[in-house]
């Protein structure tokens, strides 16, 4: 049971590039959400979905854009890439009623130099 | 508004020893959850211990226990036994419920814990 898995674990972009982080869980999970850690910082949200075909912003969604086409797959789209896009990405899914919180990805890192 | 304060950015104990990380939150929900989570120097985020807004007792999950107070809008994380392991960022996180579902996590700024042997 591979639960949350996040591609890639590194990666560096130049100012302007354009990439793509994928999320995939075999939870069958109904919530998905992403979030972005800076040093020293704790999680916020970027964009969640509670559902395939539903997604909402959080609380930071500039230079950000999700889909969700599937209940598995919830790709976040990085267009423009700017140096204070520079982070930890993490993804995570949830059921909607449960009490053990979210299951998490390995984690992102992304470096805009 | 922030809705979960952790006032302690750094906090040091002797391994053996308790631990307490503070964590207070705001909300005008009277149905909630609050999370706690270990991030180690790895990385990952790992689930320890919930309450829920309407459960009668504290939780205790191991040498985990949440010191829930509800009036006080408190619910602090007490580590017993310290170990070197303990080392960790950890943070408070809150959840509302509504009737339209679930309000997605909210996460404080994290306390660093450094355990001395």
């Known amino acids: 049971n591979a639960g949350v898995t996040q591609t890639p674990k590194f990666r560096i972009l130049k100012i302007g590039q354009s990439m793509t982080l994928q999320c995939t869980q075999d939870m069958n999970h109904n919530y998905m959400y992403w979030y972005r850690q800076d040093p020293g910082m704790g999680l916020k949200l970027i964009y969640y979905s509670v559902g395939a075909g539903i997604t909402d912003k959080g609380e930071v969604p500039n230079g950000y854009n999700v889909s969700r086409s599937t209940t598995e797959d919830f790709p976040l789209r990085l267009e423009l890439a700017a140096p204070s896009q520079t982070s930890v990405y993490f993804c995570a899914s949830s059921y909607s009623n449960r009490r053990d919180g979210y299951t998490f990805g390995s984690g992102t890192r992304l470096t805009v130099v | 508004a922030q809705k979960i304060t952790q006032t302690q950015p750094g906090m040091f104990v002797q391994e053996k020893e308790a631990v307490t990380l503070d964590c207070t939150y705001d909300?005008?929900?009277?149905?909630?959850?609050l999370f706690w989570y270990k991030q180690p120097s790895s990385g990952e985020m790992i689930f320890l211990i919930y309450q829920g807004s309407y459960d009668q007792q504290n939780a205790t999950e191991g040498r985990y226990s949440l010191n829930f107070q509800k009036a006080r809008k408190s619910a602090n994380l007490v580590i017993s036994a310290s170990q070197l392991g303990d080392s960790a960022m950890y943070f408070c996180a809150m959840r509302e419920w509504s009737n339209s579902g679930n309000t997605p996590l909210v996460f404080g700024k994290g306390t660093r814990l450094s355990v001395i042997a």
């Open positions: 909300t005008s929900d009277p149905s909630y959850g």
